[in-house]
Structures are given as C-alpha cells and as structure tokens.
C-alpha cells in the first residue's frame, strides 16, 4: 500500500483506489470558455480570453484524475464549467447517468437541478465557504432541503449520517463554523458535498488552505470516502506531490489547453512534454543526498496572456526545445503511446527527465515542502 508521509506526522494517505475503467461518466468534448473583455462606456467586446480552448478528455467511474498547470492555465475554470457554474462557451459535457447520457453544457435552470446533485465541488477555503451565520445543522440540512431529499427527523438524521461520515462527532450539530479548525470546517465542506450522493467530486485546490499534518488526513478521508461511496473525483491542484499519490491520470494543462495526459506513474517517470518536464522538476525532493542529482528548469519568460497567445505552439516561447515548426504550427494532442497522449511537435524525438523522489519504491514523498508551479 503507498504510503504518504510527512517528517512529523504519522498520518498515511491510501491511494484512491480506482475500478477498471469501462464506462466514462464524463465526456468533455471541444470544451470551450472564453470571456470577452469589455471596454469603453458600452462595454463594447475588445477581444476574448480563452480560459479554456478546445479541451477534450473523459472521466471514468471511480478514479481521481488530477488536473494540473501553473494559475491561470484554466483547470479550475474547466472544473466549474463541468459543475455548471459556468456556461461553456461551446463544446460538449456529455454526463452518462446509467443508460441516459446528458449533456451538462446545454441545461438550463431547472433542468440543472439534478446535475447539482450528482456533480459537486469543494472548493480550497473551507473558511470563505462556509456561512458563519449557520449551524453545522443548518449548513448541511439546507443543501438537503434544497434538493427535497429528507425532511423531519430523517433529515436530522442524515445530517448525523454525514458527520459521521467525514470524522466529525454528531455533538457539534449546533455548533457554527468559527468553533472549528481549518481541517474540521474542511470536513464539513465534504459533507456538504457528498450529502446529495453525488457521482462525480470535484475538488478545486480542496487542501491547498491546510497545513501539512491535517492535508494528509483530509486526503485519507476522501480516499476513505471514495472506497464507501463510489466516488469520482477530478482533483484540481498545483500541487504534483499530492497528485502523483493520489490520482490514478494527470493531466496538464498550459494556456488554456491540454499539453500531456497519461496515468500518473508514466507521467511522472517519463513525461513527453516540455512544459511536464519543467513542471515535475520543480517537485521537492525530501532525501537530501538526492537533490543534488536533479536541476530545477527554470522557464524563461512568462506565461502567455490567453486573450493574446504566442503563434505555434503556445509554449515555443519558454521552450528550450523549440524549432522553427513550433513558431508556425500549433501541436494537436496526439496518442503517442498506450494511454498516453501529447501536443509537441517533438515528443516522439525528446527524452526528457521525470520525477525524482527518495524512495520510489515506497512513494515517499515529503509533505513539508509545498510544490508552486
Ligand atoms: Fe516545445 Fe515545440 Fe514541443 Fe511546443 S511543440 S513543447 S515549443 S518542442
């Protein structure tokens, strides 16, 4: 069993454990979201920043697909789009609910109201999510009313059912939000969240707030809560620590777009992608005598404005791989081996370097040290 450790605490992190992955529960197809930018006492459309240009990929039932880049390469906006609190811009989120298939980007007010059932986020500040106003009681009796699924004394019930659930104890009912820690009130972020028995989690930075120790027993308990309930998550962090332990595909997005995608351990030894390759190097290494023998690629340059992107690739701009075609011709995302896919002109030609840790072997991985790209 991998094992997740940090110096200090003894808190260990199961992987999420994923089924064989037949079926999709998610079908993004040709994702789009741009915003325009307005300008001028009529607001008159000056151009567009494309968030999100052209994303396709699909999400199995019961595995943690991990979506990561730098800010502002657009992943959490993707993530919002699926949940509907975006309106895409074009595209397709086809959601297969047994033999029904429905496509989330073309619903519209009530008919929404199922989908916010089965498709739920957690979002990173479990302090600014939270209603201070409200009890424990009221914070998860109202998404349960909301969505007409208990009243009475089963709704009291249910909500006991939920602390239960994520590790907190059914005494603190009356309790508000300021009376727990940030990992307490994380937990009940999750609660709220899995209380309608969604099918698909999505958790946009959900421990990034955290400190180290209670990370890891954030982590186990949406892996706990992934084995009970069936669970699928898509998991939304700039953190490749947490994601190479965790996810079973990663995959990484730059300007709004999809560069790499492969199931996180051949990622993380061989990526295909420059852009990967300077990501995962940036990965801490925890065993001291090891550090030494991997350098940290510093990219030149910024990140491209998405309302006005470099020609080419995107990335020619940073890369140090970059030839003439790179400048002219934009990659598409190509299978280049099983699972695996990549958009570089030159994946098939680059040996790039992957991750390196202590102990592969036993994945472990230092927690002390937070990963930024
Ligand atoms: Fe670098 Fe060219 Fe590949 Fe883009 S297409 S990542 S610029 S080598």
Known sequence: ????????AQDTIEPLNAQSPQQPLLEVKNLKMHFAIK??????????????????????????????????????????????????????????????????????????????????????????????????????????????????????????????????RPEYLRRYPHAFSGGERQRLVIARAIATNPKLVIADEATAALDVSIRAQILNLLAELQQELGL??????????????ICDRVQVMYVGKLVESAPTEQLFARPRHPYTEALLSAVPISNPRQRGARKHLRLKGEIPDPANPP??????????????????????LKIIASDHSVACHHAEQLTLSGALYADDAEHEVALTEQVTV
């Open 1 to 8: 069993m991998t094992q997740f450790s940090h110096n200090d």
């Open 39 to 168: 300008q001028g006492v009529f607001a008159k459309v000056a151009g567009y920043t494309k968030a999100v240009d052209d994303v396709s990929f699909n999400l199995y039932k019961g595995e943690t697909v991990g979506l990561v880049g730098e800010s502002g390469c657009g992943k959490t906006t993707i993530g919002r789009c699926i949940a509907r609190a975006y309106q895409p811009s074009s595209g397709q989120v086809l959601f297969h609910n047994d033999a029904e298939v429905t496509d989330l980007s073309k619903l519209h007010g009530k008919a929404l109201k199922p989908i916010r059932q089965d498709v739920r986020m957690i979002f990173q500040d479990p302090f600014s999510s939270l209603n201070p106003r409200m009890t424990v009681f009221d914070i998860l009796a109202e998404v349960l009313k909301v969505n007409k699924l208990f009243t009475g004394k089963a709704l009291e019930e249910r909500v006991k059912e939920l602390l239960n659930l994520v590790g907190l």
């Open 311 to 332: 020609s080419g690739c995107y990335f020619h701009l940073r890369c140090p791989y970059a030839t003439d075609i790179c400048q002219q011709q934009a990659p598409e």
């Open 232 to 245: 699928t998550y898509l998991f939304v962090s700039h953190d490749l620590s947490v994601v190479r332990h």
